[in-house]
């Protein structure tokens, strides 16, 4: 094992395994650099469960599975482990069967969802929108619970198609031409 990380270090999957990290403490790895992440507070976790159960009760018995953090998503996914980017999305929908690992993901799912918080707004905004983009994944959203609202992402030939929800709409997934996302109930005080 070895102790936590270190600025201007280059980090792998490799290294993120050996990290002694205390109860609750977590962190991404986002091309060799390791960043903390933050505890989620109870409003963050009541949207995310929400929005969890409104995914797991779609795809039952369906071959797409849905995953909440902490879920490792090793986005740029190499056998040997070296690969550099490592995250822990809220929220995780992988539909090729190949790509979950019994450790988490490997290569880029179809959906990912971050729900945002003081600490995260500016990394999920700026960072991780290119990343995703990068890695191939096919849509990206950010729940904004301060705005009551959702910002959907559809990355679709080198594009980025951005759509705005306010709290009472009722948000198409776009991996999926029959669900709808409502965010009524996502926001029900």
């Given amino acids: 094992m070895s102790?936590?990380?270190k600025e201007d270090e280059f980090y792998t999957y490799t290294d993120y395994k050996r990290w002694e990290l205390a109860e609750g403490e977590r962190f991404e790895v986002i091309y060799g650099?390791?960043?903390?992440?933050?505890?989620p507070n109870s409003q963050h976790q009541e949207i995310l469960g929400s929005i969890f159960n409104?995914?797991?009760?779609?795809?039952?018995?369906?071959?797409?599975?849905?995953?909440?953090?902490?879920?490792?998503?090793?986005l740029f996914y190499r056998e040997d482990e070296r690969d550099d980017t490592v995250v822990q999305p809220d929220i995780t929908v992988i539909c090729?069967?190949?790509?979950?690992?019994?450790?988490?993901?490997?290569?880029?799912?179809?959906?990912?969802?971050?729900?945002?918080?003081?600490?995260n707004t500016a990394i999920e905004m700026q960072r991780k929108l290119r990343l995703y983009q990068d890695a191939g994944v096919r849509e990206y959203w950010i729940v904004d619970p301060e705005n009551k609202g959702l910002t959907a992402y559809r990355f679709q030939e080198g594009a980025i198609l951005t759509f705005l929800y306010k709290k009472d709409a009722d948000v198409p997934v776009g991996i999926f031409t029959d669900l709808y996302i409502s965010l009524e109930q996502v926001f029900e005080e």
């Fill in 96 to 119: 090729d069967e190949k790509k979950r690992g019994f450790e988490g993901c490997r290569g880029a799912p179809d959906l990912v969802i971050e729900v945002l918080s003081p600490s």
């Fill in 3 to 5: 102790a936590l990380p």
């Fill in 33 to 39: 650099e390791a960043y903390a992440m933050s505890a």
């Fill in 54 to 74: 409104q995914f797991y009760n779609y795809l039952r018995g369906k071959p797409c599975r849905v995953y909440p953090a902490p879920f490792d998503v090793r």
